[in-house]
């Protein structure tokens, strides 16, 4: 089974560039299954409805999230009806939404996604590293292939929930810091991992928000308005292959890929 995991969507830059690439990555990588972040997806700050129906019309398979969630309020009504988008797990029991996924391969073959946040530098959540084995243990019944966002903070935290969860799942991969790390690798028992899978949207810019507004706020000490940069965006994420029998990755790839780039894979595409 070939799995897609895109990091953080960013605004329109990162929605458009995840639109243009997608049916080409599934077609070239012979993907069976895609899933992305899209905390950031609505002007860089929430995701809504409208938004989420969109990503999965690109070819997208499930949509994880993180503290970003519930920025724009529609979610709150969309979030119970709509089970391919997850919230953190750990978070306050009762809180709308699910923070895993049993869903079906193009094929029908069953895969799990769980969405947990980390606690370091963030809000206060309940334990990931409990709350995630739980999830795990719902899942394995029906699937060997489970794929974990970790959106965190801390890269301390984020490498030991995969040697956590080595042996456990398919992939750990994390969010939230919108800079990809160069760290892929497939733990000793089996579990592929990458410590930041990065930012899908406006590299030129600081984590997606507009320069000039971001270094305001670092030079002066004052507030600012945060804003999602425009231009061109930049696909960040990760290609893991596992074993449908015991779940294990046999390979993982992380991408990287400019609009440039995209534009070779897919010329099809370019200018729309």
Not at 135 to 160: G, M, N, Q, Y
């Amino acid at each position: 089974m070939r799995i897609l995991f895109i990091g953080d969507i960013f605004g329109k830059p990162g929605r458009e560039i995840a639109r243009r690439a997608l049916p080409a990555l599934i077609e070239r990588e012979s993907l069976d299954f895609v899933i992305a972040n899209v905390e950031n997806s609505a002007a860089g700050f929430g995701v809504t409805g409208d938004i989420a129906d969109a990503i999965l019309s690109y070819g997208v398979d499930a949509m994880t999230t993180g503290n970003h969630v519930w920025d724009k309020k529609e979610v709150l009504d969309y979030i119970p009806r709509q089970a391919k988008l997850l919230r953190p797990a750990n978070l306050v029991p009762g809180t709308p939404g699910r923070g895993s996924y049993l869903g079906r391969t193009r094929s029908g073959e069953a895969i799990g996604v769980i969405n947990v946040m980390g606690r370091i530098f963030m809000q206060p959540v309940d334990d990931p590293f409990a709350i995630v084995l739980k999830e795990i243990e719902a899942l394995r019944a029906k699937t060997r292939v489970i794929i974990v966002d970790f959106h965190a903070e801390a890269t301390s935290e984020k490498v030991a929930m995969g040697w956590h969860l080595d042996g456990r799942v398919t992939g750990v991969f994390g969010t939230h810091t919108h800079v990809q790390t160069a760290d892929e690798r497939i733990l000793p028992k089996g579990t592929a991992y990458l410590t930041d899978t990065g930012m899908t949207g406006p590299h030129d810019s600081i984590i997606g928000v507009t320069t000039e507004l971001a270094l305001t706020r670092f030079v002066s000490g004052m507030p600012a308005k945060f804003e999602s940069a425009s231009g061109p965006g930049r696909l960040n994420a990760v290609i893991v292959t596992a074993d449908l029998a015991t779940g294990r990755a046999t390979a993982i790839q992380r991408l990287n890929l400019s609009s440039a780039d995209v534009d070779a894979l897919a010329p099809q595409t370019a200018g729309r």
